[in-house]
């Protein structure tokens, strides 16, 4: 038992370089779960102490934290990695209520298939820090103050106001850009916030959009801990 104990250590405390290691044949996940079978066997097959069973318990923790670490640095090793998207609006909206989303409907870029035209979302398809860009530009009559949202919790704001001049008003384009670690699945959007009335508006014909793209992607987002 303790020649097994002594092989996981080594496995983990060598998770660095094993990890730099790592190839598209490589067995590693098989090898860790092997080894997990092993412990399991072990802790139901004998009597231990509570020191022995903790220091198992332990050992089973950090090969589940390898396995995800093999499966998330797999993902991005052997598939393309590179995540990018720009999306916007053809047609200028009126009247947009608060909480209200928008669709950006006119796809230029989607690398990695991470954006979606049909709910206006991006959905993280790495664990990454990602850069995001929100540009909106307001009608020429009403304000506009929108947000993008990320699982729902704000994490950048935006407003354009137009301008009059010459006795002619004019709409006014702003962007905002904001960087955010996300896991696979998270998701942002834009918003209205409402901000300074009930009905406010966005110019299309491509003056508002939406962009993005994968700055680093995140091998893991927690180490195993050495025993």
Not at 104 to 116: M, P, S
Not at 144 to 166: C, D, E, M
Request: net charge neutral; with cysteine.
């Amino acid at each position: 038992m303790w020649r097994l104990f002594a092989a996981v250590c080594a496995l983990v405390a060598g998770t660095a370089a094993f990890l730099e290691q790592i190839s598209s044949d490589c067995t590693c996940p098989g090898e860790i779960a092997a080894i997990k079978d092993e412990l399991m066997k072990i802790r139901g097959n004998m009597s231990m102490s509570s020191s022995q069973a903790a220091l198992i318990s332990q050992l089973q923790a950090n090969l589940t934290t390898l396995q995800q670490t093999v499966h998330n640095l797999s993902r991005v090793t052997h598939h393309p990695q590179a995540v990018a998207f720009t999306a916007q609006l053809t047609k200028s909206l009126s009247n947009i209520q608060e909480g209200q989303e928008v669709m950006f409907d006119k796809v230029i870029t989607n690398v990695g298939h991470g954006y979606d035209n049909n709910t206006g979302n991006f959905t993280a398809p790495y664990n990454g820090t990602y850069i995001f860009f929100l540009t909106i530009t307001s009608s020429d009559i009403h304000k506009a103050s929108f947000r993008l949202v990320k699982n729902g919790h704000r994490i950048l704001n935006v407003n354009s106001i137009p301008t009059t001049a010459h006795n002619h008003t004019i709409p006014e384009t702003n962007t905002h850009v904001v960087t955010v670690n996300m896991h696979v699945g998270d998701k942002v959007w834009a918003v209205n916030q409402g901000g300074f009335d009930a009905h406010e508006g966005l110019t299309g014909n491509l003056l508002t959009s939406f962009s993005g793209h994968l700055l680093q992607p995140h091998f893991r987002s927690t180490s195993p801990t050495v025993v």
